[in-house]
């Protein structure tokens, strides 16, 4: 999938007249692209779309006019992007129990070992990207890769039965991947 480049980013004044028709393609785009693993994981499958309306937004929010700075937040949100054979996403970890927050967010350290996209016999381990946990704390948003081998990859493409899944010792959860969000995961995996 081809990286963002500094010339599809619009600049502010254009990007108003444009963001109110942007953001609802985004979020009807989004609903198949995110899936719940049980009530405290949520992943939401990233693509050039999804990474573009993230680069405008931030350029909005912090209102960013500066060619360079703007390189910057491409360069950081291009990581999202996922290379040839594998998915992105972005995982959350829905903590809704604000007073224990710090306590309920430690009890998933070590979810980058336990979580993976199965298809069909292939299991497509989780590859998260580093500085997002520690051994006494952990980011409530953590960035994922699934890495396809070829064969996963066609399953996936072929129709085999997918699912995500965490099995980790303080939150075991499976989803199976409906027909719209394999639909679009496909596009993604053979772009």
Do not use: C, W
């Amino acid at each position: 999938m081809k990286k963002v480049t500094l010339e599809e980013i619009m600049g502010l004044a254009a990007y108003e007249k444009v963001r109110e028709n942007f953001r609802r393609r985004i979020i009807e785009l989004k609903k198949a692209r995110r899936v719940a693993v049980g009530d405290k994981v949520t992943l939401v499958f990233e693509n050039r779309d999804t990474v573009i309306f993230q680069i405008q937004e931030m350029v909005r929010a912090e209102r960013i006019v500066d060619l360079d700075k703007i390189r910057d937040e491409i360069e950081v949100y291009n990581e999202l992007i996922p290379e040839p054979g594998e998915l992105s996403a972005t995982l959350f970890l829905e903590i809704t129990e604000q007073s224990h927050l710090r306590e309920e967010l430690l009890k998933f350290l070590g979810i980058d070992e336990a979580a993976y996209f199965k298809v069909g016999t292939h299991s497509v381990h989780a590859r998260f990207e580093a500085g997002h946990s520690k051994e006494d704390k952990i980011s409530a948003v953590q960035y994922v890769k699934f890495p396809f081998s070829e064969q996963a990859r066609m399953a996936l493409v072929e129709g085999e039965e997918a699912e995500l899944v965490i099995d980790h010792p303080n939150y075991k959860a499976r989803a199976l991947i409906g027909t719209p969000t394999r639909q679009s995961l496909v596009e993604d995996i053979t772009a």
